[in-house]
């Protein structure tokens, strides 16, 4: 089942805008991750943050964490083509499993 | 963090038949998980493979449809048995752990066709 979900569902902008994802989960986590899949091959790591931070940055990205929320948001600062993908959010059960569980998922497009 | 090789990339199945696909990691690890993809849709967990243990399956996914074996540190395979078109989809492996600051590595996938 899915933990949460993401918004918006799709996102088309201009290369050079910023791109904004936002993801709700439901249960307590220890932290929460950024992933990127491009045409629906194997999913790379962008980022974590962990429940006690609030902002974390890497690069052009910047995310986001509010726990009383249960929210969090990927912001992509000056997108480029490349950057066309979908982009999930993930949450570890916060037990002993170590399982992921992700969010629905954002398809964001970059158009050249 | 690991290198995972997970194999076949893609396959095109007849219905009824089986499927295995096969991971191999680079360095030993506690846990590997399976996820399955559905065509436009997130990543849903079928199992955690912990080496020497049973298989722990998630809800809505059991032993008999998508044995799995995980017969060292390193190797696990996850079979899709009696498939039926319903069953196409992207199959992931992975490895990882909550406590690192790297995240989880994911296997390239293989993309399977029930025909």
């Known amino acids: 089942s899915q933990q949460g979900e993401e918004d918006p569902q799709a996102l088309s902008i201009q290369e050079g805008e910023n791109a904004t994802m936002n993801c709700s989960y439901k249960?307590?986590?220890?932290?929460l991750q950024w992933y990127r899949q491009n045409s629906g091959r194997g999913l790379v790591h962008l980022i974590l943050?962990?429940?006690?931070?609030r902002e974390k940055h890497s690069g052009r990205l910047r995310v986001t964490l509010d726990t009383s929320k249960k929210s969090s948001s990927l912001l992509i600062t000056a997108s480029r083509a490349a950057d066309t993908a979908s982009y999930f959010c993930?949450?570890?059960?916060?037990?002993?499993?170590?399982?992921?569980?992700f969010g629905s998922g954002t398809r964001l497009l970059v158009r050249p | 963090s690991a290198v995972i090789s997970q194999k076949p990339s893609r396959d095109i199945c007849q219905r009824g038949t089986s499927l295995t696909i096969q991971c191999q990691v680079d360095?030993?690890?506690?846990?590997m998980f399976w996820y399955r993809q559905q065509p436009g849709q997130s990543l849903t967990l079928i199992a955690t493979?912990?080496?020497?243990?049973?298989?722990?399956?998630e809800s809505g996914f059991v032993i008999d449809k998508f044995p799995i074996s995980r017969p060292n540190l390193t190797f696990s395979t996850l079979t899709v048995s009696n498939m039926s078109p319903e069953d196409s989809s992207i199959y992931l492996c992975?490895?990882?752990?909550?406590?690192?600051?790297?995240?989880?590595?994911f296997g390239s996938g293989t993309r399977l066709t029930v025909v």
């Open positions: 993930a949450t570890d059960a916060r037990d002993s499993s170590y399982k992921l569980i």
């Open positions: 493979a912990n080496q020497g243990s049973e298989a722990t399956y």
């Open positions: 249960t307590s986590i220890n932290n």
């Open positions: 992975s490895v990882g752990d909550t406590l690192s600051l790297h995240g989880y590595t």
């Open positions: 360095s030993q690890v506690t846990m």
């Open positions: 943050i962990r429940s006690n931070e």
